[in-house]
């Protein structure tokens, strides 16, 4: 992948620097560090960092078409793009590199925004027309890769990182108070949204037209699921089948690279179906990466031998010690851009490090499965909770949460907490928000550690309201718990796991991820088939099991889905707890004027008396902490040269390089 970044003159006259777009690249080098270029014309300035890993000799960007009329700089893969390129030589196109890069730009000559309908990827591009002074950006379905804008003082900057964009001085730098309350209910911001006040995120599967009298959103995709009059017709063999062949050639084309690819294998069933469809079909030389954890609650070591023995593949791991949780909090924060409520972006930052240092640049992830398939515990407490509510005061019903947390059951007073907790809600269950809404409103408590400033800024504002509008027209036609999957795949999968958990943590060290269970073929296939089916009575992912249970040992299949997380309490408050005292200190504290002082520190001193600590305790601690570090380096002490190296020193200027093309005419 690599790292993108523009300016266009919107009605400004100035001309654009090359400094600028020099300081918009360097600031994301880790996104691009093997070269860069650079467009210029007397409206739009373009640059590119790349990573390469298709073409590596000629794939240089930007690129342009025959006469030089259209530009394209692009970050991410397209996988089809073989197949593509042929059909376009078809057609009368020339090629002067063997890029998927030079594929879209001609697609998007051929077809249009139609074009965006064809691509199987991960991308996030920008395609200027010289001629008619138009700018063409986009982004993949489902948001695997980033990409911001912002406009100021008649100019439109955009880039993949909003790093890039705040490297420019003249650009506002606040927080967006109603983006901390998203976060702080729905764990990330929606589709669109930033942290920051006047930033805002192209969202997935949505294309942006800029002209000079207009610029124009759309959308060209969504997730769908049937209702249950039209779900999928057919035999349980075939669709097995079907689920099947489409990820084998998923992961198939997901393997096309010019550079090694491996995988990550935590020892679940989504990374160890991946990694045996690898090893067992193409790559017998297969490289696998995992990563242990010192604390022993959070650590799936035991599977990870397990199937590192049965595959018989060349696995490295790496542990994430508490110490080390704690030490790369504030680099992370530097790559997420936004607050967490967790800690599980960080091992993944550790365990990138490692893929990199092993000399590898792109791995293959299992993220996606659990959105498509049905695999988290919401989806099947949704399924609870809508059986009880067609009869709210049985006394039998509840019990089957029993089946989700037994050991929860085994105590009678917390078996009680956990039914009167899942009861909340259960009178209303056409709330479009039903399967979600006690999560997020046990969530939204973390907000009464809000100063009082904050909380009269927005007291007005409801993030409910501002998601409803999102919802798509047949959304009320879904049954709960394809509402469930929808919600997730709206909110959780693409701002934070694709994001904070995905590419930004894995390109940090300028490692590729690619994610074969949302190919739009298999969500697209996975959406026509009845939630009953995808989740059978309690058993979560039952047709990705079904795909691999002769494939896959028993133990790894049958075994019950086991939520990643990382240690918080431990990592923050133990040596680690100078930096708590840094950005959480009464000071530091009244200074960003976010958190009402008294209460941050009332509950450190709680959480540093105890052995351990519960999960919204954990929550709050690391909310706080991370949007104070997100305040300080953001916000207060932006460093635009933070990550400036000698390598940006050789920026190809487009519009003085010799032409390729007529090496190939």
Not at 199 to 209: Q, T
Not at 457 to 474: G, H, T, V
Request: charged residues 25%; contains cysteine.
């Amino acid at each position: 992948m690599c790292g993108i970044a523009g300016i266009v003159n919107l009605g400004h006259q100035q001309p654009i620097a090359l400094d600028a777009l020099k300081r918009m690249v360097s600031i994301q080098q880790y996104r691009g560090p093997d070269e860069t270029g650079a467009y210029f014309d007397d409206y739009i300035g373009l640059a590119h960092a790349r990573l390469s890993i298709i073409d590596l000799k000629d794939g240089t960007q930007p690129i342009h078409n025959e006469d030089k009329s259209l530009w394209i700089i692009y970050n991410g893969e397209v996988f089809n793009y073989p197949e593509l390129r042929q059909e376009l030589i078809k057609c009368g196109h020339k090629f002067y590199t063997t890029s998927d890069t030079e594929v879209i730009l001609h697609l998007y000559e051929e077809k249009g925004t139609n074009c965006l309908n064809q691509l199987n990827g991960q991308f996030a591009f920008a395609i200027w027309n010289s001629k008619k002074r138009t700018l063409f950006l986009a982004r993949d379905r489902v948001g695997i890769l980033p990409l911001h804008y912002t406009i100021h003082n008649q100019r439109l900057y955009f880039a993949s990182e909003i790093k890039a964009i705040f490297a420019n001085k003249e650009i506002n730098r606040s927080v967006d108070l109603e983006s901390l309350d998203q976060i702080f209910t729905f764990w990330t911001t929606l589709p669109g949204r930033t942290v920051f006040n006047y930033i805002k995120e192209l969202p997935p599967a949505h294309y942006m037209s800029v002209s000079p009298y207009e610029i124009k959103i759309d959308k060209y995709w969504d997730i769908n699921f049937s209702s249950n009059t039209e779900t999928l017709k057919i035999k349980s063999d075939d669709l097995v089948n079907e689920i099947s062949e489409t990820l084998m050639d998923s992961v198939k084309i997901r393997l096309r690279a010019d550079v090694p690819v491996g995988t990550y294998l935590s020892g679940g069933l989504d990374s160890s179906a991946l990694t045996e469809t690898v090893k067992k079909n193409f790559n017998n030389e297969l490289r696998s990466f995992g990563v242990r954890f010192e604390n022993k609650d959070y650590d799936e070591g035991c599977f990870q031998n397990e199937m590192v023995d049965f595959l018989k593949v060349n696995h490295s791991e790496i542990t994430a010690s508490n110490d080390a949780i704690g030490e790369n909090l504030e680099n992370v924060l530097w790559h997420t851009e936004k607050p967490l409520l967790r800690t599980g972006p960080i091992p993944l930052y550790i365990l990138s490090g490692l893929v990199n240092q092993s000399g590898y640049k792109v791995v293959l992830t299992g993220e996606g499965a659990d959105e498509i398939f049905g695999g988290y515990d919401i989806f099947k407490e949704a399924k609870i909770r809508n059986f009880w509510a067609k009869d709210p005061d049985s006394k039998l019903r509840p019990l089957l949460l029993g089946r989700l947390y037994p050991y929860i059951f085994k105590d009678d007073r917390l078996k009680q907490t956990l039914i009167a907790f899942f009861k909340n809600g259960i009178d209303n269950p056409d709330d479009p928000f039903f399967s979600h809404n006690i999560r997020w409103k046990n969530t939204s408590k973390i907000k009464n550690f809000f100063s009082e400033q904050v909380k009269d800024s927005i007291k007005d504002y409801n993030s409910y309201s501002e998601l409803k509008k999102l919802l798509p027209a047949n959304y009320f036609d879904w049954d709960t718990v394809s509402k469930s999957q929808f919600l997730e795949s709206l909110i959780f999968l693409s701002n934070y796991l694709l994001s904070s958990q995905g590419d930004r943590v894995a390109m940090a060290h300028s490692v590729e991820l690619r994610v074969p269970y949302l190919d739009h073929r298999v969500i697209e296939l996975l959406g026509k088939v009845n939630s009953e089916i995808k989740i059978n009575g309690l058993n979560e992912k039952y047709l990705l099991k079904q795909v691999f249970k002769n494939r896959l040992p028993s133990n790894i299949v049958k075994r019950w889905k086991n939520p990643y997380r990382a240690p918080i309490h431990k990592a923050l408050l133990s040596n680690n707890l100078n930096l708590v005292k840094e950005f959480c200190s009464e000071d530091a504290i009244n200074k960003t004027s976010i958190f009402d002082s008294v209460k941050v520190l009332k509950l450190i001193n709680k959480l540093g008396k105890l052995d351990k600590a519960g999960e919204f305790d954990e929550m709050a601690l690391i909310g706080i902490i991370s949007t104070q570090i997100i305040h300080k380096n953001f916000i207060e002490d932006f460093n635009a040269t933070r990550f400036e190296s000698d390598n940006f020193d050789q920026f190809y200027d487009y519009r003085s390089i010799n032409d390729k093309l007529k090496k190939v005419l």
